[in-house]
Structures are given as structure tokens and as C-alpha cells.
């Protein structure tokens, strides 16, 4: 099923955006998954992590329950922790999997209806509604893809899209 026409852009680049996170984390070893291009920067892991976290908000306001103890260490404002505290990067591409299946089936059924009352409070919507926020997440979601992207190339692999 297709999703409602307020909130079909943002499912269409989420669905995109699947393709380039596998693509962007494809091959890495454990040590690539946690170097950091700069003390101010993020890892990868830290990337991957915060993606499935945002995933999880995202099925959050739409309401839907899916959590992993560990996303806290990828919430919005979280300081960099010791690579032993994040989970292995096993586990991110599991929750990555996971979530990716959780919140597809959530943007095909939620109804037009659903998508049209006020977004969450503090969070940036497009249209002031629920649909603008899920928009918003996607846009949020596509700027960090583009950092694994990023990341990829920094760390000496092939590009990711192009």
C-alpha cells in the first residue's frame, strides 16, 4: 500500500535513503566503524547508530513503540562515549534492519487522516502537522546518509552513489 500523498515524498526518500546507508556502511571493518575524521566529528557508528535513533522518534510520533536500550548514546546533543560503550556494529546493522522494516509498515498505513493533527512540540514540521514532521525526519535522516557517505570515501572506499 502506498503511502498517504502528505507524507509520500519523505517514504520515497527514506526508501532511497535505505539503499545509501547499506551501500555507506558496506564492508567496513570494527575499526573503521568508530575512526573519526576529527575530534569535533562523528563516526560512523555514531552516524549509523543516530539514524536508527532517529528512526525510532520517527515511529515514536507516529505511534508506534520500537526501541533498543542503547539509543540513548545516539540522541540528539549526545557527547561522543568510548567505542565500548556503543553497541557492535553488528547490532546497529541489525536495529538498522529492523527499524528500516518497522517504519516502512508505519508510512504505508497510516492514514491521511492521522498525518493531519499538529506535529510534536519543539520538533521542526514543514506543515505545522504530523506530516510535516515525518517530512522533516526524512530531510533530518538524508543529511546524515550523506555523512556515511562521506565517511565512506574518507575512509578509502569506493563512493557511494554516482
Known amino acids: 500500500m502506498p503511502a498517504a500523498s ?6 520515497g526518500s527514506y526508501r ?18 568508530h575512526r573519526r575524521p576529527g575530534e569535533c566529528a562523528n563516526a560512523m557508528i555514531w552516524v549509523a547508530g543516530h539514524i536508527v535513533w532517529a528512526r525510532s522518534r ?12 542503547w539509543l540513548p548514546l545516539f540522541a540528539r546533543g549526545s557527547n561522543v562515549a568510548d567505542a565500548g560503550q556503543y553497541p557492535s556494529p553488528e547490532e546497529i546493522v541489525a536495529a ?18 492521522a498525518l493531519s493533527v499538529p506535529g510534536p512540540e519543539k520538533l521542526p514540521s ?13 530531510w533530518h535522516e538524508t543529511y546524515h546518509v550523506g555523512q556515511a557517505a562521506f565517511l565512506r570515501r574518507w575512509l578509502g ?6
Do not use: C, Y
Open 126 to 138: 514543514f506543515d505545522g502537522m504530523l506530516s510535516g514532521a515525518v517530512s522533516f525526519m526524512a
Open 58 to 69: 520517527t515511529l515514536l510520533f507516529m505511534g508506534k513503540e520500537w526501541s533498543r536500550p
Open 6 to 11: 502528505q507524507i509520500a515524498h519523505a517514504a
Open 96 to 113: 538498522w534492519h529492523d527499524v528500516k522494516a518497522a517504519l516502512t509498515v508505519a508510512l504505508e498505513e497510516t492514514t491521511a487522516e
Open 16 to 33: 532511497f535513503n535505505d539503499g545509501l546507508l547499506e551501500k555507506s556502511i558496506e564492508g567496513l571493518t570494527d575499526e573503521e566503524w
Open 157 to 162: 572506499h569506493g563512493q557511494v552513489a554516482g
